[in-house]
C-alpha cells in the first residue's frame, strides 16, 4: 500500500474526530484534494469497488414502496431530484439513500434531461448495490461506475480526471456529470457528484443545494470557477450523449 493510500485512510477515518483548530489539522483536511491525483484516487475507489460488498435483499421493495413518496416533488422540479436529504425512507448499502446516493441521482437526472419515462431509481439502486458501491455504499459509488452504466446501457461518453480535457468533453457531450470535492480545504465537507445539463449555451448543476438549478454558467471552467462559492475541486467529469 503506497504512502498516499494510507494517508487517503488515515484523513478520511480520522479527520471527523478532530476538533482541534491546528495547523496540524487543517493540513491534514486539505491533504487529500491537493497532494492526491485525481486519477490515483479513482483506482482506489475501483479497488474498492471490487472487494465483496454486502447483500441487501430486501432494498429493492423498500425502495420500491418509498420511491412515489417522492413522485410529487420530483414532477414540480421539472423531472429531476433536487433534493436527496428527504431520501431517508430509501437505502443504498449501509446508509440512507439521503446519505450516499447523489451518484445514482446524477444518473437519473440525466436520464430525465434525455426524456427517459418512468425512470426506474429502485433498479439503478439495485444494480449498483451488485457492482459499483464503495465500502458497501458507506463512500457511495465509485465514479467510474457511473460511465460504466451508461456504456452498458448504450449511451456514448467521455471522461478524464484531467481539467484541461474537460471543455473538449463539456462541448461534445450532450450533459455532464461532475465529481468534485465540496471544499478543497476541508475533506470533511466529503465529496459529491452533480449532474449538469445544457440550455441556451449555459450549464446547469442539479441536487447541489437549494435552487442551485436555476444558476446558469457560461462554461464548464466558469462553473467549476464559482461553484460552492468557489471552494470545490474537480475530481472526474463525464460526458454523456444521447443514443
Partial sequence: ????????????????????????????????????????????????????????????????????NHLTTIKSNKGYIEDQRNYKDMFYGVSPF????????????????????????????????????????????????????????GYKTMSSSQKKDYENIASSSDALILTMYNDIKDITAQIHTVAITKNKFKYYVHNNGANSASVGYTSITALLTKINSGKAKDIFLIGVSKK
Fill in 1 to 68: 500500500m503506497s504512502t498516499k493510500v494510507f494517508l487517503l485512510f488515515f484523513i478520511i477515518i480520522f479527520s471527523t474526530k478532530c476538533d482541534e483548530d491546528s495547523a496540524l489539522i487543517q493540513k491534514l483536511k486539505s491533504f487529500l484534494q491537493n497532494h492526491v491525483d485525481n486519477a490515483l484516487l479513482l483506482k482506489f475507489f475501483e479497488f474498492l469497488r471490487q472487494l465483496k460488498q454486502k447483500e441487501f435483499p430486501d432494498h429493492l421493495a423498500k425502495n420500491k414502496a418509498a420511491f412515489p
Fill in 98 to 153: 439521503s446519505d450516499n446516493g447523489c451518484e445514482l441521482i446524477s444518473i437519473y437526472n440525466v436520464l430525465n434531461y434525455f426524456g427517459v419515462q418512468n425512470i426506474d431509481l429502485p433498479g439503478i439502486i439495485e444494480k449498483n448495490e451488485k457492482d459499483g458501491m464503495i465500502l458497501s455504499g458507506a463512500f457511495g459509488t465509485s465514479p467510474i461506475a457511473i460511465e460504466d452504466y451508461f456504456k452498458k446501457n
